[in-house]
């Protein structure tokens, strides 16, 4: 399973970005796919999941109403659409898939495959 993220960059408070990651070697419909970042210094956490039936998101307090998560199942891909970003909002963010039947989509070990990592950098 290959998990490929891009979209990152370097852009100013207030601007927007969209985070694409690719999922192959795995059913991509199947699983939940979750967005986690790591700011330098401290631990990764969760942004965002959407469950396996697409019925379902998860977004952490901080940005709820400014990000969305969605999946294109015949492209396998899933997207982080960030607006009004915030210096608080740089990290480097991942993307994951979640193992078969996982029930703790909110934590790193609800998850089997991570991607490489893309950096975010918002600038004041």
């Known amino acids: 399973v290959q998990l490929v993220e891009s979209g990152g960059g370097l852009v100013q408070a207030g601007g927007s970005l969209r985070l694409s990651c690719v999922a192959s070697g795995r059913t991509f419909s199947r699983y939940a796919m979750g967005w986690f970042r790591q700011a330098p210094g401290k631990e990764r956490e969760i942004v965002t999941f959407?469950?396996?039936?697409?019925?379902?998101?998860f977004y952490q307090e901080s940005v709820k109403g400014r990000f969305t998560i969605s999946r294109d199942i015949a492209k396998s891909t899933v997207y982080l659409q960030m607006n009004s970003l915030k210096v608080e909002d740089t990290a480097v963010y991942y993307c994951a898939s979640a193992a078969t039947f996982s029930k703790m989509l909110t934590q790193l070990r609800g998850y089997d495959y991570w991607g490489q990592g893309t950096q975010v950098t918002v600038s004041s």
């Open positions: 959407i469950t396996w039936t697409g019925g379902n998101t």
